[in-house]
């Protein structure tokens, strides 16, 4: 299921599962420039586990790469209760 | 322009501008969670600063919350020659 799906599809029942998607593309000028998708991937993910708990089985991460174009796609299905408690 | 354009535009010439695009979307389930695209937003940014030089006045973000999806869009365009040398 790609990200474009959650624009599109008609939800009549509440969402039982709990899941977050990201999409980073990076259009590169004429320099070819160093892949941003590829090197902000770990770093994203490491942001996101700060606040939610992330079960690696339940991570897809795809990176596509064009001669102009990179993209990073991740998607993280959550169990129920999982966004950590804010350190007080 | 939204980051689905990047998928559908025709491109003929070579990419003048190099360009970064960031889309999140965060369904929630039934349990009204605290919203990651809020929370994430800034870490996000300070992740993507810490690679290339970002002019303020070159990022859009757009932040839209509905009763059970919220989404947090960041386009970046980046001055030519951005990319910041790898510390050696």
């Known amino acids: 299921m790609s990200i474009f799906d959650i624009f599109t ?17 990076h259009e590169r000028a004429l320099t070819g420039r160093a892949d941003l998708a590829a090197i902000l991937q770990e770093e994203i993910l490491a942001v996101i586990a700060k606040h939610i708990a992330i079960d690696r089985e339940k991570v897809n991460v795809k990176l ?21 408690a804010k350190a007080s």
Chains 1, 2 share one sequence.
């Open 9 to 25: 599809r008609k939800r009549s029942a509440p969402v039982a599962r709990e899941r977050l998607q990201l999409l980073l593309a």
């Open 64 to 84: 596509d790469r064009s001669d102009q174009v990179s993209t990073l796609e991740i998607d993280i299905e959550m169990p129920q209760s999982v966004v950590k």
